[in-house]
């Protein structure tokens, strides 16, 4: 049977909820009528839809076609020029991800950009209690995130929505990311005045420098990569929900992919399958 009412996707938001935007408030209310002008436009024909997920920057609604699942991705805010960069990045290389099937981001149609991509089954590493299953899986990203860091770009940062990239360094992207993961005043407020002095010294060390920028995931850790489980088996497929960010140095995602505060398990795993195929030279190590 044909779905052609999606009101069950609205979303009654109340006045009070001043954390979110304009633009958040009205996708979401009007979720339903807008899945239901891109469908027509597309012309789908789902047997069923849900809510399947909502992140920092996406709504992600399931459609059920005849013979497959797909998602259509909305961004309130996000013009999604990054995410696509990144998944034909991930085609391009042959590495697992989710399909890019159409895209529109002009917000001339509907007031926001979307994709419309393939379904992507399974569940995130960050799900996986096993350590053996977990080491496993970080191996498999590890693996795939080099050969990620294989593929040059033409610039930093994130292409605009017409496929321009802005003369930026690696470093002016590097302080955008920390803006955008502790902007002001939260430095001020968790560091001493010497700390914040010694992380503006390390934001312009030269060792920094990256001469060639390459396609970089952004976000990376377990809960960017998507796995399915049978047994005591795991595979690794597809890499999910990159940064702001997709263009720089590699070496952000594995620094990135190895904080602390992440399983053990899966930092091992990591490094081990980063470096499968080559160890990291003196100057990265650094």
């Not at 860091?149 to 321009?164: A, L, V, W, Y």
Request: proline share 6%; glycine share 8%.
């Amino acid at each position: 049977m044909i779905v052609s009412d999606f009101r069950h996707l609205n979303h009654t938001v109340s006045p009070a909820a001043t954390e979110l935007s304009e633009a958040w408030q009205r996708s979401l209310s009007r979720l339903g009528d807008y899945t239901a002008m891109v469908v027509r436009a597309l012309n789908l024909r789902p047997q069923a839809a849900a809510l399947y997920r909502q992140t920092d920057r996406h709504l992600l609604v399931r459609l059920t076609l005849s013979g497959e699942h797909v998602i259509l991705r909305v961004a309130p805010e996000d013009d999604l020029s990054a995410h696509v960069t990144f998944l034909r990045g991930l085609a391009a290389g042959g590495l697992p991800g989710a399909r890019l099937i159409q895209r529109d981001l002009s917000k001339a149609f509907v007031p926001f950009a979307y994709t419309l991509e393939s379904f992507v089954a399974g569940k995130t590493a960050a799900d996986l209690d096993d350590e053996h299953l977990l080491h496993s899986i970080a191996r498999q990203a590890g693996r795939a995130l080099r050969r990620l860091h294989r593929q040059q770009m033409p610039g930093f940062g994130r292409p605009t929505i017409s496929g321009r990239w802005p003369r930026l360094s690696w470093r002016h992207v590097l302080i955008a990311i920390g803006q955008r993961l502790a902007g002001l005043p939260i430095p001020q407020l968790i560091f001493s005045p010497e700390e914040v002095q010694t992380l503006q010294a390390v934001l312009h060390d030269p060792r920094l420098d990256c001469p060639s920028p390459v396609l970089m995931h952004g976000n990376f850790g377990p809960h960017a990569v998507r796995c399915t489980v049978g047994g005591q088996h795991v595979h690794l497929e597809a890499f999910e929900e990159p940064g702001w960010f997709v263009s720089g140095d590699g070496l952000f995602d594995l620094a990135f992919g190895l904080r602390a505060h992440l399983p053990a398990a899966w930092r091992e795993g990591l490094y081990e399958g980063y470096c499968s195929a080559g160890a990291l030279s003196v100057a990265e190590s650094e």
